[in-house]
Nanobody, 124 residues
């Protein structure tokens, strides 16, 4: 079992920045990848970014490429999502997730464990 706890959401003006954190505990040695997904009201949960748990390979959705950065603090078992140049369309509940089955998947069905979600609201 892997427990994921997110923090760092909030309200920010367009063009601003936020950093989300996801602290992992439990059987983290079994994890292959960590991902961030988001879900806006009335929409499907969508992929944002992912990082292999070891090695540092990353991937991003086209909509956030160049603005968001996923990183990891090994000592703290924490993954971050640095979000810059935020836009109103980035408004959503953001979830971190862990996959024990795939290093490179961007599909939410390949992620086994999920955090509780944190709200990000970007005002125009």
């Amino acid at each position: 079992q892997v427990l994921l706890v997110e923090s760092g959401g909030g309200l920010v003006q367009a063009g601003g920045s936020l950093r989300l954190s996801c602290a992992a505990s439990g059987r983290t040695f079994s994890m292959k990848a960590m991902g961030w997904f988001r879900q806006a009201p009335g929409k499907e949960r969508e992929f944002v970014a992912r990082r292999t748990w070891t090695g540092g390979n990353t991937a991003y959705a086209d909509s956030v490429e160049g603005r968001f950065t996923i990183s990891r603090d090994n000592a703290k078992n924490t993954v971050y999502l640095q979000m810059n140049s935020l836009k109103p369309e980035d408004t959503a509940v953001y979830y971190c997730a862990a996959s024990g089955r795939s290093y490179y998947s961007t599909y939410k069905g390949d992620y086994d464990y999920w955090g509780q979600g944190t709200q990000v609201t970007v005002s125009s």
